[in-house]
């Protein structure tokens, strides 16, 4: 049973930086490049939506519109590690970030919730003056 554990929320600025962390643990499938991984947000009184994502062995990212040039997501497989680096924070930034991992997406990476099956429990970021 694969675990997701994100951490680097806080309250920044706007304009300001943040990196956001998700440590994984209990693979099934051999190790944390088998697995494509997307970032979610929530803010309050809205729906889930994809940040980014980064594909299974080098296969790519992709990023919202609003977060392109902004944002970036990266993987250290030695580590099991992803982060999301995020730069030049606006408020509307502001919301529950979650990573989740999906064993069936081969291929580029999607920003669609539904198609990852693991998730972890969420880190706040509050961008904020």
């Known amino acids: 049973q694969l675990q997701l554990v994100e951490s680097g929320g806080g309250l920044v600025q706007p304009g300001g930086s943040l990196r956001l962390s998700c440590a994984a643990f209990?693979?099934?499938?051999?190790?944390?490049?088998?697995?494509?991984i997307g970032w979610f947000r929530q803010a309050p009184g809205k729906e889930r939506e994809g940040v980014s994502c980064?594909?299974?062995?080098?296969?790519?990212?992709d990023y919202a519109d609003d977060v392109k040039g902004r944002f970036t997501i990266s993987r250290d497989n030695a580590k099991n590690t992803l982060h999301l680096q995020m730069s030049s924070l606006k408020p509307e930034d502001t919301a529950v970030y979650y990573c989740?991992?999906?064993?069936?997406?081969?291929?580029?990476?999607?920003?669609?919730?539904?198609?990852?099956?693991?998730w972890g429990q969420g880190t706040q970021v509050t961008v904020s003056s």
């Open positions: 989740a991992a999906a064993t069936r997406l081969i291929g580029l990476c999607v920003l669609r919730g539904t198609s990852y099956n693991y």
């Open positions: 980064i594909s299974r062995r080098g296969g790519g990212t």
């Open positions: 209990g693979f099934s499938l051999d190790n944390l490049d088998n697995y494509a």
